[in-house]
């Protein structure tokens, strides 16, 4: 298995390429079960995750196109995609294939849309918490769905007539729910409202896609979207919106290492209330034509004390990372997760660095040190991960991080991006 090695104490200047995000790209992939006309998604990032989709939707027929080869082409930039569902040749995601990726139980809603029927595993147990479907599975029930769970299926089929417009309120945010709800509503027959829909840019991204598609969805970016359904949806082209984990992940970086780098390809707007948190601590944080220039340079870190929400709040996919970096800052902070239970998995690796970092429930004290000092650490989870890499680039001496195909999930060209400005990273493979 692949180690990351990172030699501490080198500072940050240059320029990195914000990826297309990894939360967008997946729905987007999905969505081509919608038509049986050509999807093609251009900037779709090359992450382990998106691989894992590819051989899921293929396994429904459908036939997957990548565009422009690695070699020759700029090593950083994505794919382009072209996705064709021109017939769907099995309405099962198979346990063996879910069980890989939570997001691919998303297939659901489109798989009944268009077909009437599909049986997706239940996608079991994640690292980060129970992270239940219940949510899913009831707004798809309220279009008209009937689902019974089988040997681990969800095994379920649409009305006679299709699926039905409905009222869909769901009893917490959910970004996977409102995603469901959306693809399959598209294709239902009348109305849809979504209330208490996630706001997040990638749902935006979503919607604007299957707009594009020749569904009639408004207020998507707004807690209430609602959807007329249409008989059929046609295929389209569509970036994939900027990865504002990604975005926010170097900027903490940054951040943590010190030096001035420009986030290439991404609008603060996409992540306010990260790089108003890192204003907080001392980061120089501004909008410029090319991207967002990110920049500390002398000035030490102060402490910060947030709770994760979802869009426009913290996000929760960034609580990793923050940790990381106010494990240096000049005083106390204290992060609380809100969103998902066991999302702490970071914090004994971080200790091993020389972190002081006290648990108390869902809540986390992080008395800032004077320094952290190099150790070989154990990735656990996608975001858990990469703040091992922010600790990593600030700590004396090597940190060497083993799991490291957790990272390559969600991070496209981690150890380039970083290097390219100046880190002293590599990988060990093998
Ligand atoms: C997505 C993101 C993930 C991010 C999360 C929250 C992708 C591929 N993943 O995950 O990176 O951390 O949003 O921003 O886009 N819940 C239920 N029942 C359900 C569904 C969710 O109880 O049926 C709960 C979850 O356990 C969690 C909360 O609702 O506590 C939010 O989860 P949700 O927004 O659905 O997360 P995902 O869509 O899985």
Redesign the pocket.
Known sequence: MDRIRITGGKKLNGVIPISGA???A??LMIASLLTEDDLTLLNVPRLS?VSNLRRILGNHGVDIMIAGKRNGDDPLSGANVRLSARSISDTTAPYELVSTM??SFWVLGPLLARMGEAKVSLPGGCA???????????ALERLGAKIDIENGYAVAKAPSGGLKGAEIDFP????????TALMAASLANGTTVIHNA?R?P?VVDLADCLVKMGARISGAGTSTIEIKGVPHLRGTHHAVVADR?EAGTYAMCVAMAGGDVVLQGVKTNLLQSAFDVLTEAGVNIEQTNKGVRVSRNGNGLKPVNITTD??PGF???LQAQLMGLVTLADGTSKITET???NRFMHVAELSRLGAKIHLDGQSATIEGVPKLKGAPVMATD??ASVSLVIAGLAAEGDTTISRVYHLDRGFEQLEAKLAGCGAEIERITG
């Open positions: 990894k939360n967008a997946l729905p995750d939570r997001a980060i918490g129970t992270r239940p479907v219940d949510f899913l599975l009831m917490k945010v959910t970004v996977g729910g409102t995603h996630a997040e990638e984990i979802p869009f996000p929760t996919d969103i998902f239970e996608l975001r």
